[in-house]
């Protein structure tokens, strides 16, 4: 029989203890998991990044639905627990759910600790714990000016870096006499303060709040014991969290400040463990997460019948703020027994300190420069001897032995069993064993292997460093390609930073990334136009000076300066009207050449710039519209004839190329995109070379991606089988929006699958209904915009200008 | 109007060519390309890239050149020369603004 898993939270450490558990014991549990959060496991430690724009809820989601689904575990959300019954063994929700257990995991965690200050109940006064508080932050800052941080503690910080990045005017209020002073010194705590009020952050220290004040219940500012009143629209509370032990005490479980486990990690009920920030081991409560991870580790081999013991932890920070370099660990109060050794450059904004008992590592405070933070923390774990390095101690890792050795040789020194990342509790040597035996190339397939830097993202550069050591010159963590001559970013970062800045215009693009040059260049500027057009589909009014002439004016230029113009054949079919209104004006207009092109339609060349309004109004009263041949956006979808007529054909291809292609026509992506749609595998409309294709079979749809037939010769991969043609629409807008956020301009479809990664696409897409709806539903809101024929718009007067000479000068003139 | 000498001809108004665009004109067989900056400066040049003939007007201004739209050269609106490592020069030709007016010199168009 299956032992019955209970557990009551669903933060990051449960997160962590079942997939512990799994990997040895994949069948052995029946799990049910009460949370009291509506939502699925989210990496908490990145609620900052999301504060701040870099980052969304979807980027941070560590378990989704489909894999509680996949390990069989029943998940309760929204759904707090009232009570435990230890007699009977059963846990009961608020919601009125009972289950039974055989073991119990008590994970409720911390609570926000909330100063009950005058005005604490106001609207607007918010702690910063989970995703709900990120939202009503990020709310707040659409529509208002002034937040007030009270703390300035790790949390405080990023959330006041997190708000001012949201363009709000921030202040911080701190109690003691420096920023952080649980961990950092005073001389560090004033170079981080000192780099908050660069940023245009005020800082209060020695600040002591008397009363939140409000009007009408709703917040307007604090006011400081020394009588200073600030306004606020917001007040955030980060002053510290206490552990969740009510549920446990009200079950009569032994709790003091947390509640109290032995070093099995059980509670005083043998069946009864409890993990993470809620739990004192020790008289320690830990609230980072590595601590966490290990008591869940600890806490899976115990489930798994083993005889594991937690010790403790000793823990590292840093501070997650884009541009402040922070790292500390240890204890590095001063005492009589120790020693100091300090390394300052106020000029270089580094500072660095090393406190020292008994020639052992004890503290370590890093500003400015912290490459050699997990170094000195490996010692200070280990209490290794220092007296023989003590001279050069301080100028780190790479200054060991008899030469100085360059940051990758301080990599390559590195014992097998130094911790790179610490969230994770993961060593070199399973770092460099999993790229060996798994062949791995990307940072993502190690992180997705090794779990190395996939939760706080800090080591990440450690983690480059052993990949390059692993695989040589193949592997270059800096190959950022710049977009162009006029800036050093790459296209991720620009599209990164338009949406995290909220820019919407390309001279605001320009102005706020320090673009090298007054007005950009034919490289950067329709890159951005794209960018901009497929971020803000609604707000952005398109520059057409910043489009290439064929977008410009929607015909394809030639040699000769004549323009090419295809109409729109529906899934290449056509009829006898069409055709005769092509004939027609080709033969009104001279036009000189009519030709079928691959993708099933009519192209006529060599039609000169001023006829091409007076061609498109013939051509629109047959009913065409522009066929985007020359469109950043999609260009053709080809059918073959299906089920209609064809005696192999198992479904109504052409119709759901058709249905496709009046879909999505008109929308803008970051090259070109050519779609087919096949009736059955024999494949005649060529599906499995294009960008996206779909072979129809007696089951279904068989759906394709990122497939080539130009400048490189690819087959497609597969993404997936669905059953109906409204699946089969679905998932194809899906994919083609996703490569519409995600990709390069100018990078077909195949070379972003092959850079993101083709698993990646097909998780998002296939695995993950959620994402899929979304991607699709972004899809919908952008057409609204976009679908509007470019033709009929030049017919009615639309971009005259373009279609005639300013002036026409006779010779006498010049005479 | 400044009719000094007789020779400026009024082409057009400022607001006829959009910020970073052109605009031609017609000059019996050929064909001038008139640029605005983002900076309101105006230039013409012959509509003729150096490297293949390309309708420079019909290309992305920038930074006081234009980008022809066939191959990418990249010319300087000022001089008429191709920028970087390409060789090549296009004609230009005198032109100013007189308020809003643009005025071409019908002595440098024979």
Request: proline share 3%.
């Amino acid at each position: 029989m299956t032992h019955k898993l209970v557990i009551i939270g669903n933060g990051m450490a449960p997160g962590r203890m079942l997939e512990d558990l799994f990997e040895k014991n994949p069948n052995g549990f029946d799990v049910t998991i009460f949370n009291a959060e509506p939502r699925v496991n989210y990496n908490r430690l990145m609620l900052s990044p999301v504060l701040s724009g870099e980052k969304t809820y979807e980027d941070i989601i560590t378990h989704d639905d489909d894999w509680y689904t996949a390990h069989g575990v029943t998940l309760h959300k929204a759904a707090p627990v009232a009570s435990i019954d230890r007699t009977a063994k059963t846990v009961t929700s608020e919601t009125g759910i009972t289950t039974a257990y055989d073991t119990l995991v008590i994970a409720t965690g911390s609570d926000p600790i909330m100063i009950p200050l005058p005005g604490h109940d106001l609207d607007g006064v918010i702690t910063y714990r989970d995703l709900d508080d990120v939202e009503i932050m990020l709310d707040a800052a659409r529509t208002k000016k002034e937040a007030v941080v009270i703390g300035g503690g790790l949390l405080g910080l990023e959330a006041a870096a997190g708000l001012k990045m949201q363009g709000m005017d921030v202040s911080v209020i701190h109690l003691a006499g420096t920023l952080m002073e649980r961990q950092l010194d005073e001389a560090a705590g004033h170079l981080l303060q000192e780099a908050f009020e660069a940023r245009g952050v005020k800082v209060f220290t020695e600040a002591n709040t008397s009363e939140i004040l409000g009007v009408g219940g709703k917040v307007v500012g604090v006011e400081l014991k020394d009588g200073t009143r600030l306004s606020a629209d917001i007040v955030c509370m980060a002053v510290g969290i206490r552990p969740n032990a009510q549920l446990a005490k009200d079950a009569g479980i032994g709790v003091n400040r947390g509640i109290v486990v032995g070093d099995d990690m059980r509670t005083d009920d043998p069946n009864v463990f409890a993990l993470g920030e809620c739990a004192e081991h020790n008289g320690q409560c830990y609230g980072l997460v590595a601590p966490l991870y290990e008591m869940a580790t600890v806490i899976a081999d115990n489930l798994n019948g083993g005889q594991a013991d937690y010790k403790g932890s000793v823990t590292a920070t840093k501070l997650k703020v884009t541009g402040v370099d922070l790292y500390s660990a240890g204890d590095f109060a001063q005492e009589d027994d120790r020693e100091e050794i300090v390394l300052r450059d106020a000029r270089a904004g580094v500072y660095k300190r090393l406190v020292l008992k008994d020639n052992k590592i004890i503290g370590a405070v890093l500003y400015g420069e912290t490459s050699d933070g997990p170094w000195f923390f490996d010692m200070l774990k280990k209490g290794t001897d220092v007296s023989e390095m003590r001279d050069t101690l301080i100028f780190g890792q790479a200054f060991q032995g008899a030469e100085p050795l360059d940051p990758m040789a301080a990599v390559a020194a590195l014992p097998d069993d130094a911790e790179i990342c610490g969230c994770n509790g993961v060593c070199k040597s399973k770092i460099t064993d999993a790229i060996a035996s798994k062949g791995l190339t990307s940072l993502d397939d190690v992180r997705a292997h090794t779990k190395a830097s996939s939760s706080c993202g800090t080591c990440t550069g450690l983690v480059e460093q052993l990949m390059v050591l692993s695989l040589g010159d193949s592997y270059n963590p800096n190959a950022i390609t710049p977009m162009c001559g006029c800036t050093d970013l790459g296209h991720d970062e620009v599209r990164r930073l338009i949406k995290a800045k909220e820019l919407k215009t390309i001279p605001s693009v320009m102005q706020e990334l320090e673009w090298k040059t007054s007005c950009g260049c034919a490289k950067c500027r329709p890159a951005l136009n794209y960018y901009l057009v497929s971020e803000w589909p609604d707000e952005y009014a398109d520059d057409y000076q910043s489009r290439f002439i064929n977008e410009r004016v929607h015909a394809n230029i030639q040699k000769d300066g004549t323009y090419s113009i295809v109409p729109r054949m529906w899934g290449g079919m056509t009829s006898s009207t069409e055709l005769r209104a092509i004939a027609d004006a080709v033969d009104k207009y001279n036009i000189p050449a009519v030709k079928c092109t691959g993708g099933q339609r009519i192209d006529m060349l060599g039609i000169k710039k001023e006829d091409l309004p007076a061609v498109w109004e013939d051509l629109g009263k047959a009913g065409f519209v522009s066929g985007h041949a020359y469109a950043k956006g999609l260009r053709t979808v080809k059918t073959c004839v299906g089920t209609d007529w064809c005696r192999f054909g198992t479904q109504d291809s052409t119709g759901l190329g058709i249905r496709i292609e009046r879909f999505m026509w008109g929308s803008w992506t970051p090259a070109k995109v050519k779609m087919a749609v096949s009736g059955c595998p024999r494949n005649c409309a060529e599906a499995t070379c294009k960008d996206v294709g779909v072979i129809c079979v007696d089951s279904g749809f068989e759906i394709h991606f990122a497939g080539a037939a130009g400048l490189d010769i690819k087959g497609t991969e597969v993404l997936g089988h669905v059953a109906t043609e409204d699946e089969a629409l679905e998932h194809i807008v899906a994919v083609v929006q996703m490569y519409r956020e995600q990709g390069h301009y100018l990078e077909r479809i195949y070379k972003w699958a092959k850079r993101i990664g083709c698993d990646t696409v097909r998780s998002q897409i296939m695995d993950n209904a959620e994402m899929r709806k979304a991607y699709f539903d972004r899809f919908v809101f952008s057409q609204k915009f976009a679908q509007v024929d470019p033709w009929s718009e030049r017919v009615s007067g639309k971009d005259k200008h373009e279609f005639k000479p300013m002036a026409t000068l006779s010779l006498e003139a010049a005479e | 109007m400044n009719a000094m000498t007789g020779n400026w001809i009024k082409i057009g108004v400022l607001s006829d060519i959009p910020k970073l665009g052109a605009r031609c004109v017609a000059f019996g067989e050929a064909t001038i390309a008139v640029f605005r900056t983002a900076d309101d400066r105006v230039f013409a040049l012959e509509d003729k890239c150096p490297h293949k003939n390309g309708p420079l007007s019909q290309g992305i201004v920038h930074d006081g050149c234009v980008t022809c739209p066939l191959h990418n050269w990249v010319i300087s609106l000022e001089t008429g020369a191709a920028q970087g490592a390409d060789e090549g020069q296009t004609k230009t030709f005198p032109i100013k603004l007189d308020g809003d007016t643009i005025l071409i010199d019908a002595a440098g168009l024979s």
